[in-house]
């Protein structure tokens, strides 16, 4: 499996965590924090109201949040989080309809080296543009990719604004029609999982994970397609795509892989509606795994899950 | 061991190894060839690989080490010449391989239009991973533009993936929706709507004349002049077998190569499966037919019974995010009953076909859950009478599911007009009912909505309805007919508001629950489509009434009038003779005067009508368009020309009225006259439009009727100005088509807005007027032309129209 490589590498992201509201707060939904241990216990004793920190910021302002300094700004573990060394956070909001489930929020520590991409593309006139990224090492691509627009059905953030579905690619450095194509290929970015982020206002935002072998953000990706249009009314949700460093390809042209309600991470995931975090058997032999729910209105439609 | 030697290495004949070496591991040597430089891959995943969505590497079927495995020599790239059956070997560039027995799976080789230009650099097909290479290589230009000929399965697929490679893609299909072998118009309509909303210029009824450029493809020039500048060209327009070789070996070869059921040629020794065989007449291009082919071989081969049978198909488009299913037999026919589910608001669209208590065709688009389970109870022939009523609803139904009627409604962006009249969208209408307006009254005082001409009245209690739920019982109204639940004045509403351009469009987006409506409604939504849009929607003949099918009045005896223009009821010795003529040639019983003055021949055979009109399109006579829901006629007096009395130029006025309103559409029937003095000798005063000339210039009333009612005209205004009287009856006319029920007359509507309404917007307001005249200018750059004319050139062809299933009857 040329596309992604299993090779023994640092990750890009260093910490996910979810929150979930309690009240009018939001409260620690489980997390994977690897040895920043004091960064976790900082954390577990946080909690947000709305509109207060990075997660109570994304649901007071019902949009993924992509915060690339901590110092001066409303994080508010920002000492936890230069003791653990961890310089940037983008938070995502998950709503259903009007409803906030869970932020998730995934935190990066700059490296020379480090390269990868999360990105969150927004629709303004009909053109989608970038909003914010985090891209570690990446500069000249950071650069490219602030100049890049994408019309609808274009490039992995325009098909996920036209399909409304979460969207896999590969050999992200090969040939598509734009410039950020050859930047990604010089830096190895070679995979890109594309999801939208629905908010209850209906702006369209696109997020994007575009991981490079050397660290990647995950060596699995997963998208299941829980949709009753796609499944009916069995509650369980199908495999529509995925790719994995260690078992290639997860489709199957001819056999539809499905996933029950609590089945795992995944379908602990399809139960609730909320994101899992899961460091143990769910991650299918990796560190961790984090399965986000995606809801077209108040209905889950898709659960994204990437693994690491 | 047998030497096994096999030609094509693609998905058939891959599967066919698996099953031998399943089967019979070591019975075989096999030496593979295959005119590509590589072993089995799955060819249907080629649109995700282009898409970018899958790498080549994962859709390789059979790699190097499972050839390895199996002891497969594998001669890829290598090009088979020829076949010696008699010494029973294949010939190559490299010499002669020996079989024992023989598997021809060469495929299919795509179509190509012999369009001027296809051989030019930048035309590909799409078949193959170099034809895919190709495609991701010229995407790779930042601006790249695509022409994709071909709206079939595998055209849409390319051009979804170069769209998404980031290409300006247009798709070219030469019938009127995509997809037509495997969806109807409806689901058709909704694949189109997803695509356009990924930005892929979609053009149906589409003819291409040339492919042009200098060296390299340049653009694609259509029928209609066109131009589509581009890049690239990929040419989907369907695969033909690929059997010279199989010919030239002296197989027996028809469409295809000829196999029996255990898929052996007429050579015992030589056996052909996949795309390049026909068995029992069929040809086949979906890959579980192949599989079952494959299956049926290895069986053969190892000297086992099977028989190769064909059965159903599904068909699926590997487009992400479009989600499509269809199966069977879809067509329409009298001995056939559609169920149809609509939900509009999801984009849902399911079609059931049933013949004889059996599920014979399924088509859905926008939730496929069931698509399997409708799929077996067509394999299975089963008999679906005691589910009949829950059918659509699929396997899982508890019966509570029903469609909901308002959820078009409910669909509605906030922003969607719902009142035109006072431009009030749906967005204030719910925040007034969420403000505390529950009733019609409260939204007319907070909102004005539905206060002015009322025809917006069932939508905004629709609105009501989905906003308070069962806090709102709905007033029972007359909807269209059985196929919906909406009045007329919503549907045109709804047309203007959702912009809906086509009758798949309205069937979809309003949840008809028929396929394509009924002999009721289709020339209604015929007209208000055609009304609204006279520049998109094409005018559909099938949904007119007969009369206006056959441009002739049909009479009681089977026979039909000709009725040719006068305008303003004046006429030409000329014109009198060729009437005269005509009605001798073809033997024509009677000639009546009529009370519109003009001629009507009557008894005329329908073989007859495109002669007769011929030769009245010779004397330089159109249409008199007696039959129409149109303009009749302009009655005129011969005011100041001849007339003591006469005050204005009358027959001039209603000449110009004729010319400028003939050929126009509207609800119902229009009839003018124009008197040249109040004592009114062109009867004006009991028209649809009807002018009183003054000497201080022209009484303008309408909504007069001298029928089954008997109504005298409002005074619409008066103007002084011949030029004002045709500008307030234009804009009249046009006010009437956009807003009317159809089979209203003017007088009717004018009774349910209110002739005060009719003036603010005609007289009063001098930019709208000139606005309405305007867009009825626009519309008749289209209509205003003699439908006789095009039928007339074709008198020696002429045939009658075949029998209609959804015969439209007055």
Known sequence: MDTLMETPVRTFVDVMEIWVPEGDRLVPGGGHYGTLSAFAEASRKTSFARGEGLPGKAWAEERPIVLKAFEGSYFLRTDAAKEAGLTSAVAIPVFAGRTLKAVLVVLCSDDADRYGAIEVWAESDGILSLQDGYYGAAKQFEEISQRTTFKRGQGLPGSVWSSKTPILMRDLGLGYGFMRAESAGKIGLNTGLGLPVPVPNGTTYALTLLTASGTPIARRFEIWDARTAKVGSSGKAVLSDGICARSGPLWNFETDRMVAPWQGPVGRALASGLPVIDTGAGAAGYASMVALPIHRGAELAHIVAWYC | MQKLVVIGAGMASGRLLEHLFDAAPGAFDVTLFNAEPRGNYNRLMLSPVLSGEKSYGEIITHDDDWYAGNTVTCRFGEKIDGIDRARKVVLSAQGETPYDKLIIATGSNPFIIPLPGHTLPGV?????????????????????????????????????????????????????????????????????????????????????????????????????????????????????????????????????????????????????????????????????????????????????????????????????????????????????????????????????????????????????????????????????????????????????????PLSAVAALPADAEICGCNGICKGQIVSAIKGGAHTLGDIRATTKASGSCGTCTGLVEQVLAVTLGDDFVMPTSQPVCKCTEFTHEDVRLLIKTKELKSQPAVWQELGWTTPNGCHVCRPAINFYLLADWPLEYQDDPQSRFVNERNHANIQKDGTYSVMPRMWGGITTPTELRAIADAADKYNVPTVKVTGGQRIDLLGVKKEDLPGMWFDLNAAGMVSGHAYSKGLRTVKTCVGTDHCRFGTQDSTGLGIKLEKLLWGSWTPHKVKLAVSGCPRNCAEATCKDVGIICVDSGYQVGVGGAAGMDLKETERLCDVPTEEEALEVTAAFVQIYRENAKYLDRPYKWIAKVGLDWVKERVVDDLENRRALVARFDLSQTIYRKDPWAPLAAKADTFAPLADLTLEAAE
Not at chain 2, 206 to 232: F, K, W, Y
Request: net charge negative.
């Open chain 2, 124 to 404: 590909i097909s799409y078949r193959d991973l170099d034809d895919t290479n190709a495609m991701i290589e010229t995407s790779a230009t930042p601006g790249a533009r695509a022409v994709v000929i071909g709206g079939g399965l595998l055209g849409l697929e390319a051009a979804a993936g170069l769209r998404m490679r980031g290409m300006e893609v247009t798709v070219l299909h030469n019938t009127g929706h995509l997809m037509e072998r495997q969806l109807d118009a409806a689901a058709g309509y909704l694949l189109r709507r997803d695509l356009e909303a990924r930005g892929i210029n979609v053009i149906t009824q589409a003819q291409t004349q040339s492919i042009e450029g200098n060296g390299h493809v340049a653009r694609v020039m259509l029928v209609d002049g066109t131009e589509l500048p581009c890049e690239l060209v990929v040419m989907a327009v369907g695969i033909r077998p690929s059997v010279q070789l199989a010919k030239d070996a002296g197989l027996d070869v028809g469409r295809a190569i000829t196999v029996d059921a255990q898929m052996q040629t007429s050579d015992p020794d030589v056996y052909a499966l996949g795309e390049c065989v026909e068995f029992a007449g069929t040809l086949f291009g979906l890959v579980a037919p192949l599989y079952d082919q494959a299956k049926v071989l290895a069986k053969t081969l190892t000297d086992q019974e099977d028989a190769f049978t064909v059965k159903e198909l599904a068909t699926k488009l590997k487009v992400t995010g479009c989600d499509l299913f269809s199966a069977g037999d879809f067509a329409e026919g009298a001995d056939r009953e559609d169920i149809v589910f609509r939900d509009p608001g999801r984009g849902v669209y399911k079609r059931l076909v049933l013949k004889d208590d059996h599920l014979i065709g399924a088509v859905m688009y926008g939730d496929t859950a069931d698509g399997s389970w409708f799929f077996g109870l067509i394999k299975d022939a089963t008999d679906v009478s005691d589910m009949r009523d829950t059918l659509i609803f699929g396997p899982a139904y508890q019966g509570g599911a029903t469609a909901d």
